[in-house]
């Protein structure tokens, strides 16, 4: 199964919405590790997933958090 990168940027006044907007929304990202700048300021999230594509990636997302998330098809390598 493909492995993705979801980059999520969203504004300060939106960070506490795109938190909640995981509330009673079933996906295999709640409650899981998560990349943030949130607290630094940055206002961006990652979560890595698979899914068999981009679109199926976004779909893990409530809606509103997709609509300003991009899926990146990644793979894992080793560094020399």
């Not at 068999?52 to 679109?55: F, L, N, P, Q, S």
């Given at each position: 199964?493909?492995?993705f990168?979801?980059?999520n940027r969203h504004t300060a006044g939106?960070?506490?919405v795109?938190?909640?907007a995981f509330?009673?929304?079933s996906s295999p990202l709640r409650h899981t590790a998560a990349l943030a700048t949130c607290r630094g300021g940055g206002h961006e999230i990652w979560w890595h997933t698979t899914a068999?594509?981009?679109?199926a990636a976004l779909t893990q997302l409530p809606r509103y958090v997709a609509?300003?998330?991009t899926a990146?098809?990644?793979e894992r390598i080793d560094t020399p």
């Open positions: 199964m493909p492995l990168l979801l980059h939106d960070c506490g795109v938190f909640a509330r009673g929304f068999a594509d981009a679109g609509a300003s998330t990146t098809r990644v």
